[in-house]
């Protein structure tokens, strides 16, 4: 690890981390970018993931996130999401930020997580947004997706946001705000292409943080980071983890 990071880590106070897909990918979950695969790999999740293919096409949308819902149940966290979560009771000012909707974060023991996204474990009406109890779905499961208990002609739809749907404005200003305050950001496991989650690395760095990117790969947020650790998240967060607890 870069001998100038390694040094300054220990002072650092304040620290904001932006998560995407790649975090999960060591726990079994395909990236928004990786093919997807077996059966889902003809269809395009940009598509499944949209208010217009929820309309055009309910029960294929329904399955997808059956799908996905059942892959992450046969699935656990892994060592990236522990040290998040180790990294938070090591750090004064401390906000973890994810665009992942897996609950990863909140299952390894992370505390405060803003969830951009959404989480995929809750279902709301499609008409009215109310949350629709997991026993109303179990009881319906024979219906796919289930109708909504709080519309006739509402349907169950996962409370996660689709593109073309806002983000929920408390979680997302709350996001800025822990951007624009800290002196760290880390951003793991993203590529940097899904707005507005995209721009909370570039509006960190506007306002004076450090930008340290985590991923196999470059992109457009390793150009704007003052350092990039090649690699799995799951490597490399355990290591700065230990940066803070090994004298
Ligand atoms: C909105 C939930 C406005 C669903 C998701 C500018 C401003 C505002 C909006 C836009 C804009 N430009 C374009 C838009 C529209 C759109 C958008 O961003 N489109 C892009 C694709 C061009 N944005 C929206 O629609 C957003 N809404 O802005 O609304 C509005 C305002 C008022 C009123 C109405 C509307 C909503 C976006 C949210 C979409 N929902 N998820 C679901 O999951 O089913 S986003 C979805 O994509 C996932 O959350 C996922 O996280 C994300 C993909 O991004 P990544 O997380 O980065 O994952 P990806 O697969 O791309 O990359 C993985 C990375 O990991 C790679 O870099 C890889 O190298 C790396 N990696 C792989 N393995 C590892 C690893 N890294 C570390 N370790 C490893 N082991």
Redesign the pocket.
């Known amino acids: 690890m870069n001998p100038e990071l390694r040094e300054w880590l220990p002072q650092v106070r304040s620290i904001t981390v932006l998560?995407?897909?790649?975090?999960s990918?060591?726990s079994g979950i395909p990236?928004?970018?990786?093919a997807q695969t077996g059966h889902w790999a003809q269809h395009d999740?940009?598509a499944?993931?949209s208010p217009e293919g929820f309309e055009q096409d309910p029960r294929t949308v329904w399955r997808w996130?059956q799908w996905?819902r059942e892959l992450i149940a046969r699935n656990h966290p892994n060592p990236?999401h522990t040290a998040l979560a180790e990294l938070e009771n090591l750090v004064e000012h401390f906000t973890l930020v994810t665009?992942?909707?897996d609950g990863f974060h909140q299952l390894a023991g992370s505390n405060r997580v803003l969830e951009?996204?959404?989480n995929?474990q809750r279902n709301i009406c499609s008409q009215t947004r109310q949350t629709i109890a997991d026993r109303w779905i179990s009881d319906h499961r024979d219906h796919e997706p289930p109708p909504s208990p709080h519309h006739p002609r509402g349907l169950a739809r996962?409370d996660?946001?689709?593109?073309?749907?806002?983000?929920d404005t408390a979680v997302l200003q709350t996001a800025f705000e822990a951007a624009a305050s800290c002196e760290l950001m880390i951003v793991?496991?993203?590529?940097?292409?899904?707005?507005?989650?995209?721009?909370l690395p570039a509006m960190a760095a506007e306002n004076g943080a450090r930008l340290l990117d985590?991923?196999?790969?470059t992109?457009p947020i390793s150009a704007l980071a003052d350092w990039h650790l090649d690699?799995?998240?799951?490597t490399w967060l355990p290591r700065l983890v230990d940066c803070l607890t090994t004298p």
């Open positions: 998560t995407g897909a790649g975090v990918a060591e990236t928004f970018r990786d999740p940009m499944l993931a996130y996905r990236a665009q992942n909707v951009l996204h959404g995929i996962p996660v946001v689709w593109f073309g749907e806002a983000l793991a496991g993203t590529s940097g292409t899904v707005q507005p989650a995209a721009s985590i991923n196999p790969e992109g690699g799995p998240a799951a």
